[in-house]
């Protein structure tokens, strides 16, 4: 009986449950969406990271594994000389220079890094043979319409596009080294090394005597560093989410509040009628929880599905950019997080119908 009242009082007032539940959803959709970009953008860097085939990533000291390089004082004669090390293989150097938001141009050694990586997998083009010659991945070349003889002005110069390739490589755009380091002023001058071994198995030791060797450098195994690529392990990033998901329960909160308050407004004469005829007050606040409840369940329902929506928006209008992965693992602790702010929502107008006398219900206009 309850389970009809309810659904007939849902259905009574569509636009307001409507809103209601759409609000709920963008709640949900907020914090989905922030989580499976953060993940997403931070597991494409992680993969990007292991297609280079290294086992050690060796960086200039001042830096961190995860800080940006936003120059590139290390010489570019560490390569050769860390070749030599024991168990080292070979070791490649890169220049990467920042560009807007999350893009970045990394110079390369193409020989090198094919030697070390298996080299680019080709969709289209081939490999820089002019200095002004650039290669970006197929994701940046659809975000930015590019095509082969397409022309980027990027740092103050302008680049030809001669290839585009599947991404997963190490950068999304890539140019000469020799090229980047003039073009940008620092001749000579590189940003880190990536190193490969003959064992991979010892990463960790050989990490261990490059560091004593070099006070001061970064030195991290590859399987480390693409470790530390998680929300947990920002600090920025993890509180900036915890402050995206408290403002999505506040703004779930209100609009169940502010609906479920107009409800019990509305239902004044029908709650007195029910008191008159015997019903508790747990009964007319069980009513009043189910409806909200069933309010909150609609809204993660169509919280979810609107995270696909956004997510082919991201990989259609911003596929070089960010990327968006479906966190499963969130599904239960947003919805958790939106059944609470409902429920706390709708306890205030639900104590209020609970207070109501009977007769003064009934006189309610």
Same mark, same amino acid.
């Given at each position: ?27 949900? $959709? @907020?914090?989905?969406? %922030? ?5 997403? #953008? ?6 990007? *990271? /292991? ?42 150097? $890169? @220049?990467?220079?920042? %560009? ?5 141009? #990394? ?6 890094? *094919? /030697? ?62 020799? *090229? ?19 064992d991979p198995s010892r990463a960790s030791e050989v990490v261990d005597a490059l560091r004593i060797k070099y006070p001061g450098y970064q030195i991290y195994t590859l399987e480390y560093y693409t470790s530390l690529l998680s929300v947990s392990s920002l600090g920025l990033l993890r509180n900036f989410t915890y402050v995206v998901i408290g403002i999505a329960m506040i703004v779930g909160f209100i609009v169940v509040f502010m609906a479920m308050y107009t409800a019990v407004l509305e239902r004044t004469r029908e709650i007195g009628i029910l008191k008159a005829v015997g019903g508790s007050p747990g009964l007319i606040l069980n009513m009043l929880l189910r409806e909200t409840l069933l ?71």
């Open positions: 009986m309850i389970n009809k009242l309810t659904f007939a009082n849902l259905a009574h007032r569509p636009v307001r449950t409507v809103l209601s539940i759409v609000a709920i959803a963008v709640e949900v $959709t @907020m914090i989905l969406t %922030l989580v499976g970009v953060s993940n997403g #953008t931070l597991h494409e860097s992680a993969r990007r *990271a /292991r297609g280079t085939g290294a086992d050690i990533l060796f960086r200039p000291p001042g830096t961190s594994a995860l800080s940006s390089l936003g120059s590139s004082p290390m010489s570019d004669k560490f390569p050769g000389i860390l070749s030599h090390e024991p168990h080292v293989v070979m070791a490649t150097g $890169t @220049m990467v220079q920042p %560009l807007e938001v999350f893009d970045t141009i #990394t110079g390369l050694d193409f020989d090198q890094f *094919a /030697r070390m990586s298996g080299g680019f997998h080709f969709l289209q083009g081939e490999l820089p043979v002019q200095d002004t010659d650039m290669i970006v991945d197929a994701p940046y070349a659809r975000e930015k319409n590019l095509h082969i003889g397409s022309t980027l002005t990027l740092i103050s110069q302008r680049w030809r596009i001669c290839g585009i390739y599947e991404g997963g490589k190490l950068a999304r755009i890539a140019v000469k080294l020799s *090229a980047l380091q003039r073009f940008t002023g620092n001749p000579n001058r590189l940003s880190q090394v990536y190193i490969k071994l003959d309010l909150a369940l609609l809204g993660i329902a169509l919280g979810i599905l609107l995270t696909y929506v956004t997510q082919w928006m991201m990989s259609h209008f911003a596929p070089g950019g960010l990327t968006q992965e479906t966190v499963y693992s969130w599904w239960p602790i947003t919805g958790m997080l939106a059944i609470l702010g409902a429920l706390a929502g709708a306890t205030i107008p639900g104590m209020k119908a609970v207070r109501q006398e009977a007769v003064e219900a009934l006189a309610y206009e």
